[in-house]
Structure formats: structure tokens, C-alpha cells
């Protein structure tokens, strides 16, 4: 299985995300896993086939999967409504993703999330919001033993 430490996710594969995720399988070392998720899987079998000398690149369904395999998720979208879904559904989403995560492993407690899309700012304090409320999730423990 891959280690989410040493795992990369990249998301959205068009114009300007292609580049930015070939450059990165490039600088990463090539014992550092790179997926990718986009909605043309032509685009995904190009990538995986241009990039295979570089080191491993697999593939991931949805955001949800991605924020389980990799400690880093960046995300490169066309528009808003592209944001909300990939970040903010609640089964496929990236923010629901590092929910699940967080009560799996100890990997899903410290992500890097970066969305790099010129996206309307509502939509990213709505990303935002949601992301906030996980850093907030109360978890039971033991009480402290009292003298």
C-alpha cells in the first residue's frame, strides 16, 4: 500500500493543470508517488504514459480517494461549481475524504490542501468553512486519573 507521507495528489488535468502536475512527477523523487484524477481518461492514460520515466503515477477516482492516499492534495479546477464538488460532496469530496482519514489512520490528522484555480471567493470560504470545522472535531479520551 501506498504511504499517504510520501504520496501527492493532484486533481484536474486540463490546460493549465497538465503542466503544473508534470512538473511536480518531475521534481518529486522517484520514490514519491504522484496520483491523478480527472474526468478524461484519455488525458489520465497520456500523463501516465508521458510521465512513467519520472516514477510511479496511479490513479485515484475522486476526491474523496485522493484525501486518503496522499498527505498533500492539490487541486487545479476549472470553476466553482468544479470546487464544490470535488471539494464538498459528501461521498466523493476531498473534505469528506479527510474525514474518513482522520478516524482511520493517524495519516489523516495533518493534510495540505491547495486549490490554484482562480475560483470565486465564495466558494473557496465555503471550502474553507468545512475544512475549518474538521480542524474543530472534538474526539473523546480517557479523563485525566485525579489524586
Known amino acids: 500500500m501506498t504511504s499517504p507521507k510520501n504520496t501527492v495528489a493532484f486533481i484536474g488535468l486540463g490546460v493549465m493543470g497538465y503542466p503544473m502536475a508534470k512538473n511536480l512527477r518531475k521534481g518529486l523523487g522517484s520514490d514519491q508517488n504522484l496520483v491523478i484524477c480527472d474526468?478524461?481518461?484519455d488525458t489520465?492514460?497520456?500523463f501516465q504514459e508521458?510521465?512513467?520515466?519520472?516514477?510511479?503515477?496511479?490513479v485515484v477516482a475522486n476526491g474523496f480517494e485522493a484525501a486518503k492516499t496522499a498527505d498533500a492534495v492539490i487541486t487545479m479546477?476549472?470553476?466553482?461549481?468544479?470546487?464544490?464538488?470535488v471539494y464538498l460532496d459528501p461521498?466523493?469530496?476531498?473534505?469528506a475524504g479527510i474525514s474518513a482519514?482522520?478516524?482511520t489512520s493517524t495519516h489523516?490528522?495533518?493534510?495540505?490542501?491547495m486549490e490554484c484555480g482562480t475560483i470565486e471567493t465564495a466558494t473557496i470560504a465555503a471550502v474553507s468553512a468545512a475544512?475549518?470545522?474538521?480542524?474543530?472535531?472534538?474526539r473523546a479520551s480517557l479523563p485525566p486519573t485525579l489524586p
Open 50 to 58: 508521458e510521465t512513467a520515466e519520472y516514477g510511479p503515477v496511479g
Open 108 to 113: 489523516g490528522q495533518h493534510k495540505l490542501i
Open 44 to 46: 489520465i492514460a497520456r
Open 91 to 95: 461521498t466523493t469530496g476531498i473534505v
Open 39 to 41: 474526468i478524461d481518461k
Open 77 to 85: 479546477l476549472p470553476d466553482s461549481s468544479a470546487v464544490e464538488a
Open 101 to 103: 482519514a482522520a478516524t
Open 131 to 138: 475544512v475549518d470545522k474538521l480542524q474543530a472535531t472534538v
